[in-house]
């Protein structure tokens, strides 16, 4: 049967070169076939990695060591991010110890792997070389960029790891935090460990820490570079804020979930101030979860205080300086009015659901009791909250149904001395507090 199969990959080469791809191809597909039921992962990793650089030497004999060493990259990339799927942390840094020594002959530095550049080029030239069949054999990878994110993670957990690869986590730090283009790359990148599911907490709780390493300081200070195209970046970043919150949902671990809220909120602090507020509000409008709702409501009322702290610095008092800063405020404008109602009267209609919502719910109030107060007494409009038209609706369909709503569930559980219905209706007090105070702040604007 062995003999078979190498004698059909032998007829189906055009050159030396694609024989020694082939084979080890075929060796990947065994290993990752079969990899539940191997027991020596280990083992055939080390045969497999010296096969690597056995060929890889001889490929430079013959003038194609680019793409060899490209399509060895991608082997390798794929195998360490199943080992890591696999294998505890500790034997995963001996195995990544062997394929550090390997990165650096294939031209593949910590900055490339980590912004990406160096996974595309070597992706690109595998494509570019076979023309025909290049796609079936990349999709057999599915987990390249997961392996060049963990091939520095490991670098940054071990400084022997980081060695042989010859890399200086010093020169890595300062590049990624004076170049902003290149630091958002890397979040990009790094969100392949955060939203694996198969990856251990060990690894995330490590690139937690690695992204909190570089966030470190005061990056608007250290940036040289400029960003006139921003829109490229949004999706990367958007993905990379989704999977962290993944990590900030389910760990179990109270330091990481810390860790991963702190990282949450310098990567969002890194973007600029226009499409911060629009990534928040589409995370707000494609978050399931009630408390991480709340958490980014939070985050949005944070930013509105930060910026009404900053105006009033530099001088509120005067007429036009106010107008001027709702201009160039972001934050404080119609549209924060609009994510209140996206979660006080949500797009499916009707008042939202209680008590599942109340976090979210309880968020939103205090967002537009804190609009509603700052906007009254500092005598400006910026977010339109004091217009009548406003005013009547948000009295009208955003908290007289929502007052109905939590008053009819009060009512009909006045009686009921279930433990669980308790909870629920001692959950709601918050809720109804703040509820009623924003009923009497706009009921008194709405007399004068």
Known sequence: MKNSVLYLACLSCKSWLTLNVQLLFLLYCFVFQFYNYISSIQTIYMNYFQ???????????????????????????????????????????????????????????????????????????????????????????????HGASLAVICGHMSNTVAQSAEEDLTVLKDALQSNQTKRWQAVGMLKHIFSSANLPWELKKHTINFLLWIMDGNLSEKCNDEVTD?????????????AIEMVIMYTSDAVLRRNAFDSFKKVLADIPT????????????????????????DC???????????????????????????????????????????????PKGGPPALPEDSDAVLSALNLYRFVLITESTGKTNCTGVLSK???????????????TLVTGIEAENKNDYDQLVVDMVCALNPVELVLYRCIELVEEKLKQ
């Open 274 to 297: 226009s499409p911060r507020f629009d990534i928040l509000k589409a995370l707000i409008a494609n978050s399931n979860s009630s408390s991480m709702t709340a958490i980014l409501v």
């Open 389 to 403: 038209n406003n005013l009547h609706k948000a009295y009208n369909e955003w908290l007289l149904p929502l007052r």
């Open 230 to 242: 921003f829109s490229s970046y949004v999706p990367g970043l958007f993905a990379s804020l989704q």
């Open 300 to 346: 949005v009322r944070e930013e509105m205080r930060r910026e009404n702290c900053q105006r009033i610095s530099v001088g509120h008092d005067e007429f036009l300086q106010a107008e001027k800063s709702c201009q160039s405020s972001l934050f404080w404008s119609a549209d924060v009015l609009e994510l209140v109602e996206l979660i006080l009267r949500p």
């Open 51 to 145: 096969l690597l650089i056995f060929f890889t030497v001889l490929c430079s004999f013959f003038g194609d060591s680019a793409f060899f060493c490209s399509f060895c990259s991608i082997f390798s990339l794929d195998m360490q991010s199943l080992l890591c799927m696999r294998e505890k942390v500790s034997s995963c840094l001996t195995l990544v110890l062997q394929l550090s020594h390997f990165l650096p002959y294939c031209g593949l530095s910590y900055l490339g792997l980590l912004t990406g550049c160096d996974v595309d080029t070597i992706i690109d030239i595998v494509l570019k070389e076979c023309t025909e069949d290049g796609d079936d054999y990349m999709s057999c990878f599915p987990y390249v960029k």
